[in-house]
C-alpha cells in the first residue's frame, strides 16, 4: 500500500476556501453517516446526516454484543453513504476528505468504519484522517444552531467517559476532573438494568423519574465535596443495589421515586462539579457533550445555574447527543482548519480501541491542570 503522505493543502488547491467531509461512526452500537462542508475558516456546516441504532438488536442481550455490532456497521455503511450523499445531491467523486471514528471504542467496530473509509479514500484518491470519538463529542455543540466560542469548560457525560476539562480551542484542552471508575452514563445505565429497565437505561431511567419523588431515598453523591473535580459512580450503583434489594417486591411500587432519587443524585454530583470547575477557571461558559447531555434534568439545572452565574451554556441538538457521523465529519473538519493535522493517503490502517485523550493536547497545554 502507498506509504506516501501528502498534506490536503497540497493536494486540493481550493482547500482553504471549500472542503466537503464525508464522516463515519462506528466506535460502538450507532453507525452513523455524515457530509459536512468548511469553508475556509468559517464555522463548518452540516450538510446530511444519517444513523442506525443498533439498540433494537443489542436489547435482547442487555447489553451491546461486540460481534453483533461488527456485522450491522457493515450492513449498514454503505447504504447510510448512499443515503447521506442523496440527501445533499452530492456524489462521491465531489467528497474531499473522507474521516472516520480511529478510536476509543469496540476494536472490530472501529476496524469497520475504518475500513470503510480507508478503502472509500483509495478508490476516489482522497485523503483520510482518523478522529478522536470524544473529540467528536466534545465539539458537537459546534453543529448546534448556539455554537459556543472558545474558551470554554466543557462537560463530557457520555456512556463510557465523564471529564470536566478547559477548552481554549481545537486540541488546546487541559484536563480538570474525571471519573475514577464509573462514568455517568454507565450509572444511568446500570442503576436502570438493576431496576429491570430495558438497555439502554439512561433515557429509560430518566423517563421514569419524571414520575417519582426525588427525595425518596437518601442515595449518596460520591466526591461531592472532594475538593477536587474528579468524579466517583461506582458505589452510587451499590447504593442503589442494596436500596433495591431492601425494597425486594416493593420495588415495583418505588420504582419512579428510586429513578428519580438515582438522577437527581447523579445530576447533582454533575451540576456541584461543573460549577466547581467554572469558578476554578473563571471561564463564563460551559459547553455539556455526549449522551447524558440529552437529560431533562441535568439541562434544566445547569440552565439555571449558569443562568445565576451569568454563565452561557450550551448543548448539541438533542439527536447529536448520542454518537452520530456529523460530530465526526465536524471534528475533522475544525482540526484540518486549525492545522493541527493533515489528512493523508497513507490508506494502510489501524484503531485505537483504547486512546487516552490527553495524547491530543498540544505540548504547550498541561495534560492536567495542577490541583
Ligand atoms: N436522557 C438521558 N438521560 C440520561 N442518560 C442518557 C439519556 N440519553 C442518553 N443517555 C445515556 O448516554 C449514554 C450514551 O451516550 P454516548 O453515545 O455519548 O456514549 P457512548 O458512545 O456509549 O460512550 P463513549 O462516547 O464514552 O464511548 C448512555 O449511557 C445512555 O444511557
Ligand atoms: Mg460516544
Redesign the pocket.
Known amino acids: 500500500m502507498c506509504c506516501n503522505i501528502r498534506a490536503v493543502r497540497d493536494w486540493h488547491p481550493a482547500y482553504t476556501r471549500s472542503m466537503l467531509l464525508l464522516g463515519i461512526e462506528s466506535?460502538?452500537?450507532?453507525t452513523g453517516v455524515a457530509l459536512v462542508e468548511s469553508h475556509g475558516n468559517a464555522l463548518p456546516l452540516l450538510r446530511a446526516h444519517a444513523l442506525h441504532s443498533q439498540i433494537a438488536m443489542h436489547q435482547a442481550y442487555g447489553g451491546v454484543v461486540p460481534e453483533l455490532a461488527s456485522r450491522d456497521h457493515i450492513r449498514r455503511v454503505l447504504p447510510l453513504t448512499e443515503t447521506v450523499l442523496a440527501e445533499a445531491g452530492r456524489s462521491l467523486a465531489e467528497i474531499d476528505v473522507v474521516a472516520y471514528t480511529r478510536g476509543?471504542?469496540l476494536a472490530g467496530a472501529l476496524l469497520v468504519g475504518a475500513g470503510v473509509a480507508c478503502a472509500l479514500g483509495a478508490a476516489l484518491g482522497k485523503p483520510v484522517l482518523g478522529v478522536h470519538?470524544?473529540e467528536g463529542?466534545l465539539l458537537s455543540p459546534f453543529l448546534s444552531a448556539d455554537p459556543p466560542e472558545f474558551p470554554f469548560v466543557a462537560l463530557l457525560?457520555?456512556?463510557?467517559?465523564t471529564q470536566l476539562m478547559r477548552v481554549d480551542g481545537v486540541g488546546r484542552y487541559q484536563l480538570l476532573g474525571e471519573t475514577i471508575d464509573d462514568?455517568?452514563?454507565?450509572a444511568?445505565?446500570k442503576s436502570?438494568k438493576l431496576m429491570g429497565l430495558p438497555y439502554?437505561?439512561?433515557?429509560w431511567?430518566?423517563k421514569l423519574a419524571e414520575e417519582g419523588n426525588a427525595t425518596a431515598f437518601k442515595l449518596p453523591r460520591p466526591l461531592l465535596h472532594s475538593g477536587d473535580l474528579d468524579f466517583s459512580f461506582a458505589g452510587l450503583k451499590t447504593a442503589v443495589l442494596t436500596q433495591a434489594k431492601k425494597l425486594g417486591t416493593a420495588l415495583e411500587v418505588n420504582k419512579a421515586d428510586l429513578a428519580a432519587s438515582t438522577?437527581a443524585a447523579i445530576v447533582e454530583v454533575l451540576l456541584k462539579k461543573s460549577m466547581a470547575a467554572l469558578e476554578q477557571t473563571g471561564l463564563k461558559r460551559l459547553v455539556v457533550a455526549?449522551?447524558?447531555g440529552?437529560?431533562?434534568s441535568?439541562r434544566e439545572q445547569l440552565n439555571a445555574a449558569c443562568a445565576k452565574r451569568g454563565v452561557r451554556v450550551h448543548y448539541p441538538e438533542l439527536h447529536l447527543?448520542?454518537?452520530n457521523g456529523a460530530m465526526i465529519a465536524m471534528a475533522a473538519a475544525m482540526r484540518l482548519q486549525s492545522g493541527l493535522v493533515e489528512a493523508s493517503e497513507r490508506y494502510a490502517f489501524d484503531v485505537k480501541p483504547r486512546w487516552p485523550m490527553a495524547s491530543l493536547m498540544t505540548p504547550e497545554a498541561p495534560s492536567r491542570v495542577p490541583a
Open positions: 466506535s460502538c452500537d450507532e476509543p471504542g470519538h470524544l463529542h457525560v457520555s456512556g463510557g467517559h462514568a455517568a452514563g454507565e444511568f445505565d436502570a439502554p437505561g439512561g433515557p431511567l430518566a438522577q455526549g449522551g447524558v440529552a437529560n431533562r441535568l447527543c448520542t454518537d
